[in-house]
């Protein structure tokens, strides 16, 4: 059995700048990562870290499969705008055995009781992909040595590749 790492973001380049290198290294360490975009676009930058791609909108007709991702990333954005969206991070955090992380601006309110932030040092090579990923999405910025999330998974993540920030 592989660990699953479903990510929701409204496009491609928030997905990587976001969260490319933590993705990465989930491949890397053997996860299988499905990466869910509101928006379409050039799926190339996800490719080159390693993801797998799933449309939003067809993945939230179809509605849960019977089996819960081990650990699942949401822009808050989106968290924000769609309640299906909610109600998916909703079930997760209640199935308990599902790392939940979110990141962005926005934040909503009824989770902060149980979120607390989070950080995944990238290794060199998820850097290194995830430069390469941000160039094809014609992104300038350099990939930082760290991606920083807010996750209900504090007490006890599933791997130890977050870590209080």
């Not at 790492?5 to 933590?22: E, F, S, T, Y």
């Not at 975009?37 to 499969?65: K, S, W």
């Not at 909703?90 to 992380?101: D, S, Y």
């Amino acid at each position: 059995m592989r660990y699953r790492l479903d990510v929701v973001a409204p496009n491609v380049d928030d997905a990587v700048r976001a969260a490319g290198g933590w993705m990465f290294d989930r491949v890397m360490a053997g996860w299988d990562v499905r990466v869910m975009v509101a928006e379409g676009g050039d799926f190339r930058p996800l490719r080159i870290i390693g993801a797998e791609i799933a449309d939003l909108e067809t993945e939230l007709v179809r509605g849960p499969a019977g089996t819960h991702p081990n650990a699942l990333a949401v822009a808050a954005e989106l968290y924000g705008r769609d309640g299906r969206i909610r109600e998916g991070v909703r079930q997760a955090l209640e199935h308990g055995g599902t790392e939940v992380t979110l990141w962005g601006d926005f934040w909503p309110s009824e989770l902060d009781r149980s979120v607390g932030s989070v950080q995944h040092r990238l290794t060199v090579a998820a850097r290194a992909f995830k430069a390469q990923a941000l160039t094809a999405a014609g992104i300038a910025d350099e990939p930082g040595w760290a991606e920083t999330f807010r996750s209900a998974a504090l007490c006890c993540p599933i791997v130890a590749d977050l870590v209080p920030a």
